[in-house]
Nanobody, 120 residues
Framework: QVQLVESGGGLVQPGGSLRLSCVAS????????MGWYHQAPGKERELVAA???????AYADSVKGRFTISRDNAKNTVYLQMNSLKPEDTAVYYC??????????????WGQGTQVTVSS
């Protein structure tokens, strides 16, 4: 079992900043990919930013230049620094990770989500 716990969401004014964190715990042997999706009311879940299994970083076009993803491999933690926030960034932000556990079994896990609301 691999658990992901997000933190850092909240209410912020347009133009403000937030930093999300996601910690993965459990019998993790390796993490292949880890990142963030978001889902606004009535819309599908969409990729925001991620470290891909191929070793690259992917960003949604809508957040390029404003959001930065980073990670601490020793802590199995990924961060999302969100600057110049816009009302359209309002959504529930979900962390995800894929990899293998110590028994060699692949895993794919999602966090419970953290609400980000951008409003004046």
């Amino acid at each position: 079992q691999v658990q992901l716990v997000e933190s850092g969401g909240g209410l912020v004014q347009p133009g403000g900043s937030l930093r999300l964190s996601c910690v993965a715990s459990g019998s993790i042997f390796s993490i292949n990919a880890m990142g963030w999706y978001h889902q606004a009311p009535g819309k599908e879940r969409e990729l925001v930013a991620a470290f891909t299994s191929g070793g690259s970083i992917a960003y949604a076009d809508s957040v390029k230049g404003r959001f930065t993803i980073s990670r601490d491999n020793a802590k199995n933690t990924v961060y999302l620094q969100m600057n110049s926030l816009k009302p359209e960034d309002t959504a529930v932000y979900y962390c995800y990770a894929t990899g293998t556990v110590y028994e060699g079994v692949p895993f794919g896990s999602w966090g419970q989500g953290t609400q980000v609301t951008v409003s004046s």
